[in-house]
Nanobody, 126 residues
């Protein structure tokens, strides 16, 4: 059973920064895709940033230029550096992974991911 464990959430003022971490129980290189998703109250879960096993990454338009995704295969870890945070970034953030192949155009679809962490709360106050 693959497990993903997020950490690093918290409360910060607008304009501040946070770094989320996700540690996997399996070799992160074995995942075809790993990503960060978020869900705000009353909203659907949405993709924020995704990286494939070759290091190609992609961001949602709402976070481009502010968030940076990275992966350290030696530590089985995935990270999300979040800068210039805005109140609309407030949400529960989830680490996700899939190892069943898939196509790039589905990278931001939550239903395509088969492993999820428990989530970490990020609250940005204005």
């Amino acid at each position: 059973q693959v497990q993903l464990a997020e950490s690093g959430g918290g409360s910060v003022q607008a304009g501040g920064s946070l770094r989320l971490s996700c540690v996997a129980s399996a070799d992160t290189y074995s995942y075809d895709y790993m990503g960060w998703f978020r869900q705000a109250p009353g909203k659907e879960r949405e993709g924020v940033a995704v990286i494939d096993k070759y290091g190609t990454f992609s961001y949602a338009d709402s976070v481009k230029g502010r968030f940076t995704i990275s992966k350290d295969n030696a530590k089985n870890a995935l990270y999300l550096q979040m800068d210039s945070l805005k109140s609309e970034d407030t949400a529960t953030y989830y680490c996700a992974a899939r190892n069943d192949g898939g196509v790039w155009r589905h990278r931001f679809l939550p239903a395509r991911y088969n492993y999820w962490g428990q989530g970490t709360q990020v609250t940005v106050s204005s």
